[in-house]
């Protein structure tokens, strides 16, 4: 079997077209060949394909045709070198072929390995994996808001029957047994507030060592509207305050809860101390001469029946340093003058 050079070679083409004739010796009928386009990638460089010639009756078994060994080409990339992988096509070669011909550099096209598929898989992956931490970190917090709100729910359920229960509002004057030759109470009208945790907590009061003046720091608002204030509180849950007394701007005297229970006035001394909230018209806090005349009576009241004295009436501001009542404490001699006129009331009504 005869080898023969079936690769033209440049000559044989002339202003693009085939110029060479079939090889000598075929019966075959010579066929223009037309040249292949490659795509060369960076940095590869092409060979020139020449045909090599093969005796006859040689054993190749062991020599793959056309096969040569799998080579990487290095790429220039900035201050580095790396190497890219290549991957390679093979050119089928009709089967009719009746002579064995090997040419190198055409049977095999080196291409660069396209590695973009795998990029793109691994930045899919990677969005998944934050997808899935995503809804796994909205999840537990759905549920803990979820759990949140269940142990709330069972603990507002759940809480002392008796705290819970509502008392009815009585509206009436206090009448009470007058001690001979005592101090009358004077006219209360008892409106007491449900229990809550922000304005009658219910707690019990062990004992009443102090008495503590305040004024309401809301001028032109009368003793009603200053209840409800604190009745409000158990709902908009903004704070917590209440007072056992109050006294309106014209005299009136409300009772917002017993006097066995603590109220939210003196953070320090609620667990001893009643309060007397006062209300005011003018800005600068003193109070009329109608709440005045209520306050004088009331504090004799409440000093003849717990055994108190002129120095157990304190203002707000003689415990914690708060401006209140802000009159009593900007004039000194006003409430100097406040405690003789109730020790003159003792003495004119015992």
């Known amino acids: 079997m005869d080898i023969i050079d079936l690769y033209p070679g440049k000559d044989a083409y002339q ?79 009709p089967a009719t072929e009746d002579w064995d011909v090997e040419i190198i550099g055409q049977d095999w096209i080196e291409e660069p390995y396209g590695n973009s598929r795998a990029k793109v898989r691994k930045k899919a ?44 509002e009585v509206n009436s004057i206090v009448v009470e047994d007058v001690k001979e030759g005592g101090i009358a109470p004077p006219a209360i009208s008892e409106d007491f507030l449900n229990v809550n945790d922000f304005s009658r907590p219910g707690t019990t009061l062990p004992q009443v060592n102090s008495i503590f003046v305040h004024y309401t720091a809301n001028p032109g608002t009368s003793a009603a509207q200053n209840r ?11 704070r917590s305050a209440s007072a056992h007394f109050i006294i309106g701007y014209e005299g009136e005297i409300i ?44 504090l004799a009241w409440l000093q003849q029946e717990y055994h108190l004295g002129n120095d157990d009436i304190l203002r707000h501001y003689d415990c914690g340093g708060k401006k209140c009542p802000v009159y009593y404490v900007d004039h000194e001699e006003a409430w100097e003058k406040l405690l003789a006129d109730v020790e003159i009331y003792k003495t004119e009504h015992t």
Do not use: W
Request: with cysteine; net charge positive.
């Open 15 to 93: 202003d693009g077209r085939y110029r060479g004739g079939r090889p000598s010796g075929s019966t075959m009928r010579a066929e223009p060949v037309r040249k292949k386009r490659y795509a060369e990638p960076i940095g590869y460089s092409s060979r020139n394909a020449e045909p090599i010639r093969r005796k006859a009756g040689v054993d190749r078994t062991s020599e793959p045709v056309g096969r040569r060994p799998r080579t990487v080409e290095p790429i220039e990339v900035g201050r580095r070198r790396m190497e890219e992988p290549v991957r390679r096509r093979r050119v089928q070669r």
């Open 125 to 168: 992956k990677k969005r998944r994996g934050y997808l899935h931490r995503t809804i796994a970190v909205c999840t537990m917090a759905f549920s803990l808001m979820i759990a949140y709100m269940a142990v709330d729910l069972v603990y507002d359920y759940t809480r002392d029957d008796e705290k819970r229960k509502p008392v009815p």
């Open 228 to 238: 409800s204030y604190f009745a409000n509180l158990a709902e908009t849950q903004e």
């Open 255 to 298: 009772q917002c809860m017993p006097l066995n229970e603590q109220a939210y006035a003196v953070m320090t001394r609620n667990e001893d101390s009643i309060s007397i909230e006062c209300c005011y018209l003018d800005k600068d806090g003193q109070f009329t001469q109608e709440t005045y005349d209520s306050l004088v009576h009331l």
